[in-house]
């Protein structure tokens, strides 16, 4: 099982926790708001009040266990810049930050940041990538990271019924309706079989939609 330990819980950093821990991990997820960590506390491994940018409350967590360290902080450069020398003073293998921008982010790879994300850049690309798509008929945007993609059924799924394809837990997808010529099927049952023509409606965020187009 591998570890992560995820500091700040903002909007990218407590989605990136929980889907984390879903994923099987073991997770530590830590903040200076009491608030924010009370949320996410039934939903990770451990949830912890702390600061990223103080060596010793790192050290008490043993941070240095944990197979990767990502740093979420937000816009707070010196906050992550510092939070960055704690953990790689106390020996983290891997680290993964998020950054405002790519100034931000040279900043970051400059100490030796294994991986640095820019969240909004990132999401841009693949909703480009998405709406660029030769087959997608339609996208709704429901907000930075989630929509709504109407889709011809890949023809592998023709014959197959919702049960058999397990889309949701194989690609954290939801099939909210479908569509073939007048008739609309909303919210179909597990038991509906994928006819060809048949359009779909599926809900999930940018990147498991851009995954579902590769099917």
Known sequence: MKSYVVIGLGRFGSSLARNLCQLGAEVLAID??????????????????GD?????????????????????????????????????????????????????????????????????MEQAQRLARILHSHNVLDYIELSTDYGILEVPAPKSWVGKSLRELNVRAKLDINIIAVKNGEKTNVSPS???QICAGDVLAVLGDTVALEAMQRQ
């Open 52 to 120: 990223g940018q103080d060596k010793e409350v790192l050290r008490a967590l043993g941070v240095r266990n944990f197979d990767c360290a990502v740093i979420a902080i937000g816009d707070n450069l010196a906050a992550s810049v510092l939070t960055v020398m704690n953990l790689k003073e106390l020996g983290v293998p891997y680290l993964v930050c998020k950054a405002h921008d790519a100034t931000y982010g040279r900043v970051l790879e400059k100490l030796g940041v294994d991986r640095v994300v820019i969240p909004e």
């Open 190 to 192: 597990a038991d509906y």
């Open 32 to 49: 200076i708001r009491g608030d924010l960590v009370q949320q996410i506390a039934n939903d990770v491994t451990h949830a912890v009040v």
